[in-house]
Antibody, heavy 121, light 107 residues
Framework: EVQLVESGGGLVQPGGSLRLSCAAS????????MHWVRQAPGKGLVWVSR????????AYADSVKGRFTISRDNAKNTLYLQMNSLRAEDTAVYYC??????????????WGQGALVTVSS | DIQMTQSPSSLSASVGDRVTITCRAS??????LNWYQQKPGKAPKLLIF???SLQSGVPSSFSGSGSGTDFTLTISSLQPEDLATYYC?????????FGQGTKLEIK
C-alpha cells in the first residue's frame, strides 16, 4: 500500500523558516518525481515544486523561487521542503504527491494527508 | 504560465443525473490534462490522467475527454458520494497549474 506521510507543519512568524518532510512507502521512491502542492484555507490547489527521482532536477513556482528548496533522500525514502523567509500568504496545507511520469505524462498519483503551515505573528 | 479555466464554478444535480464539467487551457496542451476529486477535509484524489485514462480503482461512471485546449469530465450517473470539488490540472509545462475548481452539490 502506498503511503505518503507529511510532518513538520506548524505556526511560524513572518520571516521565519520551517522544514516539511514527506515519508514515502509502498513504491519505488527513486523512480518517481515528487511534488509539493499547497492549498490556502478555503482556496484552490497550487503547485509549488517538483524534483526528479534520480538526478534531483527541480522546478519551482515563481511565488516561492529563491525562498523554498525541495530535496529528497532516496536512502530514507523521504521528500523535504525547506521554507525560508515565510510570508503570511504562504499559510496553507502543504501536500506531497508522487508522480510516475507514465508514458511521458505527469500526474499526481498519490497524495499525503497534508501538513498545515500557518505564518502569523 | 498556462491558465486553466473551469466551468461551472459550482453546480447542483440530482442522484442519477449526468454531470459534465469543462476545463479550458489558455494554450494548446495536447492531452496533458488531469482531473482530481477533493472531498471536504480530505486530500485530492486522482480520477483521470492524460485527458481520458481512468485511474485504477476509480468508478467507470467517471470519464474524461478532450485534446488541445478543451476538456471535459463526465459523471454518467451521479451518486451521493460524488459530493466534492473537482479540479483540472495541466502537466504540459511547469509551473503546473490547476483550474479554480468546480464544487458539486447533490440536490
Amino acid at each position: 500500500e502506498v503511503q505518503l506521510v507529511e510532518s513538520g507543519g506548524g505556526l511560524v512568524q513572518p520571516g521565519g523558516s520551517l522544514r516539511l518532510s514527506c515519508a514515502a512507502s509502498g513504491f519505488t521512491f527513486n523512480s518517481y518525481w515528487m511534488h509539493w502542492v499547497r492549498q490556502a484555507p478555503g482556496k484552490g490547489l497550487v503547485w509549488v515544486s517538483r524534483i526528479h527521482g534520480e538526478d534531483s532536477r527541480t522546478a519551482y513556482a515563481d511565488s516561492v523561487k529563491g525562498r523554498f528548496t525541495i530535496s529528497r533522500d532516496n536512502a530514507k525514502n523521504t521528500l523535504y521542503l525547506q521554507m525560508n523567509s515565510l510570508r503570511a500568504e504562504d499559510t496553507a496545507v502543504y501536500y506531497c504527491a508522487s508522480d510516475p511520469d507514465y508514458g511521458g505524462f505527469s500526474f499526481f498519483e498519490y497524495w499525503g494527508q497534508g501538513a498545515l503551515v500557518t505564518v502569523s505573528s | 504560465d498556462i491558465q486553466m479555466t473551469q466551468s461551472p464554478s459550482s453546480l447542483s444535480a440530482s442522484v442519477g443525473d449526468r454531470v459534465t464539467i469543462t476545463c479550458r487551457a489558455s494554450q494548446r496542451i495536447s492531452r496533458y490534462l488531469n482531473w482530481y476529486q477533493q472531498k471536504p477535509g480530505k486530500a485530492p484524489k486522482l480520477l483521470i490522467f492524460a485527458a481520458s485514462s481512468l485511474q485504477s480503482g476509480v468508478p467507470s461512471s467517471f470519464s474524461g475527454s478532450g485534446s488541445g485546449t478543451d476538456f471535459t469530465l463526465t459523471i454518467s450517473s451521479l451518486q451521493p458520494e460524488d459530493l466534492a470539488t473537482y479540479y483540472c490540472q495541466q502537466s504540459y509545462s511547469t509551473p503546473y497549474t490547476f483550474g479554480q475548481g468546480t464544487k458539486l452539490e447533490i440536490k
